[in-house]
């Protein structure tokens, strides 16, 4: 009896979590003309595939495909290749000032982005990086990667120093020791972490927004808001965007998944 209740409550969450998706899925597919119809109807006569065929005349969105690709893609790099050294070096060395660093590390993510638009804002600009792919990826860097150092501190915190030890001991350095033992060891919380970077730089918003100004250098999420416009808002364009923007997570998430659900077990476990 439990079993069937606990199912019923699941099946039930389920839908509510999906829900949005379908109805989004429902407009993306209609006419114009029939989208802000009342009562709202889940299906019509006239559904199509047009609106994912106007939205490329629209708005260039292969152009901010190329971009958030490009942005999520490098920032991603960049955050694991700073994050695991910084990582590493919390789990493995105590210095003064160590736990400070950290907790200033969590602080950091409790800032809200407006709070320092301004000076990236000026910083970019005198760096002549505004609109900017650089820029923009630099950026996601700096805010993801407190984030990533802190995932990544617990998941070096879980492999036995023995282990490192060990090599240094067979003649091994640091560097050798990190990149040949303790990396392929940490490779479950690495790729949890790397979906969790991709997916924060591949969703952002504000900084996107505010730091690009050319549809050369726009991402999805930006674009998707130039859909409402002054004299028209094309909804079922933009439920069409926000579906094709849902794909590569979806194919990412669906490539890792083993390897994120291992990364989460071992964080679990810590």
């Not at 606990?6 to 998706?21: G, N």
């Not at 991603?76 to 200033?104: D, E, H, M, Y």
Request: some cysteine; overall charge positive; charged content about 10%.
């Amino acid at each position: 009896m439990k079993k069937t209740l606990l199912s019923i409550v699941m099946i039930v969450l389920a839908l509510l979590v999906l829900l949005p998706v379908l109805w989004t899925l429902s407009t993306s597919m209609k006419p114009l003309s029939e989208v802000n119809q009342y009562p709202p109807q889940w299906t019509s006569s006239a559904m199509s595939l047009k609106p994912y065929v106007d939205m490329f005349f629209y708005l260039p969105f292969l152009t901010y495909t190329l971009n958030s690709l490009i942005v999520a893609c490098s920032s991603t790099v960049l955050t694991l290749l700073f994050g695991s050294l910084a990582a590493f070096a919390f789990s493995r060395f105590t210095f003064p000032g160590k736990q400070v660093f950290l907790l200033i590390f969590l602080l950091s993510q409790m800032l809200p982005g407006a709070s320092v638009i301004i000076p990236l804002f000026q910083l970019l600009q005198k760096a002549e990086l505004y609109d900017t792919y650089w820029g923009l990826i630099l950026v996601h860097t700096a805010v993801l990667l407190p984030f990533v150092i802190w995932l990544l501190y617990g998941f070096f915190q879980t492999i036995p120093r023995e282990i490192e030890d060990a090599a240094l001991i067979d003649g091994c350095s640091r560097m050798m020791a990190l990149r040949k033992i303790i990396l392929p060891l940490a490779l479950p919380g690495i790729g949890a972490t790397a979906l969790f970077s991709f997916l924060g730089s591949w969703n952002e918003f504000f900084f996107a927004l505010i730091l690009t100004s050319s549809d050369s250098t726009r991402t999805i999420p930006v674009g998707i808001g130039l859909f409402v416009g002054e004299y028209l808002d094309v909804w079922n364009q933009m439920a069409a965007a926000a579906i094709l923007f849902s794909i590569p997570p979806l194919i990412l998430f669906t490539l890792t998944r083993k390897t994120f659900i291992k990364g989460l077990v071992a964080g679990a476990s810590k």
